[in-house]
């Protein structure tokens, strides 16, 4: 792979041009890692751990900190809840309370008959609550 970097006093911010012959994965795999989405880095301890973001069952904070819940376990986040958000995709990754961030493509099941929150439950069987403040947009999110 070759790289050239051209710096430019005026640029306002960044730009990466990716030019290839032809639409690879790799090349899609590039572009995911530069827009900064896709991979997280988990830590236990002093070990980090790169996680996918399909391996990203929810977010949240906990004890001053974010930690994210994956199939291989929990893992803690130097990332804020904040900054994940505009990190993971917004269609896949939804925030249903002032703590908490959910995979949608994990959700297996709803219960709609509580009222003012939704029962929702993750892969893993794992139990989230949306907050009422959320609710309407998950609904739109779902399309409910």
């Known amino acids: 792979m ?11 911010e960044i730009s990466v041009t990716i030019t290839a012959p032809a639409l ?5 795999a590039l572009a ?4 900064g989405g896709g991979v997280l880095t988990g830590w236990r301890g002093d070990v980090a ?13 906990e004890e001053k900190g974010v930690k994210v819940q994956t199939t291989q376990g929990v893992y ?8 994940l958000e505009s990190k993971l995709d917004r269609h896949t990754f939804v925030r249903i309370s002032h703590s908490e ?4 493509e994990k959700v297996t099941a709803l219960d709609l008959s509580l009222t003012g929150t939704i029962r929702m439950t ?6 989230c609550y949306v907050s009422r403040r959320y609710v309407k947009k998950i609904k739109e999110a779902l399309g409910l």
């Open 2 to 12: 070759k790289v050239d970097i051209h710096i430019e006093p005026g640029c306002g």
């Open 24 to 28: 690879t994965d790799q090349v899609k």
């Open 32 to 35: 995911v890692r530069l827009q």
């Open 49 to 61: 751990v790169p996680l996918a973001a399909a391996e990203i069952l929810r977010c949240y904070g």
């Open 76 to 83: 803690d986040l130097k990332e804020r809840l904040y900054e």
């Open 101 to 104: 961030l959910v995979n949608l």
């Open 122 to 127: 993750l892969a893993e069987d794992t139990v």
